[in-house]
């Protein structure tokens, strides 16, 4: 068993398609950091819910591995917070608990208002036309009413302002806390349809970015991300039409 997993670990892992034939994800890695961040993004986007119990035989089918690199890649998870391992249950989905939420919320934001500021200080020509170019784009979705693209490019946007400030510490930062906020408002958005008006929150931080304010980069920054996380929480604590049903079910009966 140990050489054949070693001989295995020699081999990129390979995501099963619809078809039922393989596709090759990542070479030359341990198995377990290639299944990683396909598993860790199918969290984010809630494809296993909070409080859902991962299919481990289903994962090792999907990847075409055994259950050692799988339950490798469990732990990892559980040590970023994504999962819980449950004895004689396996790995559960965490919930999403408000209060902490909350402060990776408050995180993000301080992350964004700084790099913000750093970008509008520095100027730095690519990151520039890149954040100008995912805005627009980000008008165009929302004009259009693609509320899945939009969202996307939201998250690309936050992220170019992010990278374009040249601290790859604060970028690892926003990088971890975002595996969470992301999972919170994809869970969020998925209640609320797209708000036609939506990419204009973004204008007032271009425009500062493009001015070489930083002082007005950051407090643009702060001021959208106010609302963002006032909704987001907001939505994360409603109790889902699901649940209300089920409610008003158990209270007629």
Not at 5 to 27: F, H, L, N, W, Y
Not at 56 to 64: H, N, S, W
Not at 113 to 118: D, G, R, V, Y
Not at 151 to 160: G, M, P
Request: charged share 30%; net charge neutral.
């Amino acid at each position: 068993m140990a050489g054949k997993e070693k001989a295995g670990r020699r081999q990129p892992a390979a995501r099963k398609r619809t078809d039922g034939s393989r596709t090759r994800i990542v070479s030359k890695e341990p198995i377990h950091e290639q299944i990683l961040p396909h598993i860790r993004r199918d969290i984010v986007l809630n494809r296993w819910a909070p409080d859902e119990r991962l299919p481990e035989m289903e994962l090792c089918e999907e990847f075409g591995v055994s259950r050692t690199p799988l339950r490798d890649v469990l732990k990892i998870l559980e040590v970023e917070g994504l999962v819980m391992l449950v004895p004689h249950i396996g790995a559960v989905v965490t919930p999403l608990n408000p209060p902490d939420l909350a402060e990776k919320l408050e995180a993000m934001s301080g992350l964004e208002q700084i790099s913000a500021m750093k970008v509008a200080a520095l100027q730095p020509p690519a990151a520039l036309r890149e954040i100008k170019r995912l805005h627009k784009a980000m008008e165009e979705a929302a004009k259009n009413s693609q509320t899945s693209k939009y969202y996307a490019l939201n998250d690309e946007f936050h992220r170019a302002v992010v990278l374009g400030c040249g601290n790859s510490t604060i970028a690892k930062m926003h990088e971890t806390v975002m595996w969470h906020v992301s999972r919170a408002r994809n869970y969020a958005n998925e209640r609320e349809p797209l708000n036609q008006s939506a990419a204009e929150h973004h204008d007032a931080i271009v425009d500062a970015l493009e001015r070489g304010d930083p002082e007005g980069a950051a407090r643009a920054m702060r001021n959208h991300l106010a609302e963002v996380i006032a909704n987001v929480l907001e939505r994360v604590t409603a109790p889902t039409s699901r649940t209300t049903d089920q409610e008003m079910e158990h209270t007629a009966a």
